[in-house]
């Protein structure tokens, strides 16, 4: 059958039997490429996002735990202060003012 065509036609078929599987052969390679390179895109970002937000969280825990162990220290020093000027102004005895 394939003989009983023109010329023209055994060799368009011949060039489709070489280039449709060469066309998908590419394709898939392709393929396979591109989706190598866009999900180490993606990876990469995902890394990179969690990167920055394990920063923002551990940066703003610190500022958070800096400021309430300030605030602790100057509430400390308040009553300190108070019991000094109590011990001072001679209101309490220094036994007194220590035990607090």
């Keep these: 059958m394939f003989y009983k065509?023109?010329?023209r036609n055994r060799l368009f078929l011949t060039f489709l039997m070489v280039f449709i599987p060469l066309v998908l052969l590419g394709s898939a390679f392709v393929y396979v490429?591109?989706?190598q390179i866009l999900q180490a895109g993606i990876e990469k970002e995902l890394q990179d996002s969690t990167d920055a937000l394990t920063n923002l969280i551990q940066t703003s825990a610190a500022v958070s735990i800096k400021?309430?162990?300030?605030?602790?220290a100057e509430k400390n020093r308040d009553i300190a202060q108070y019991f000094y000027n109590r011990y001072s102004s001679g209101s309490l005895t220094r036994e007194?003012?220590?035990q607090g």
Excluded: D, P, S
């Excluded at 400021?67 to 602790?72: V, Y």
């Design 67 to 72: 400021t309430r162990l300030h605030g602790i």
């Design 96 to 98: 007194e003012a220590v």
């Design 5 to 7: 065509l023109k010329f």
């Design 33 to 35: 490429q591109v989706k």
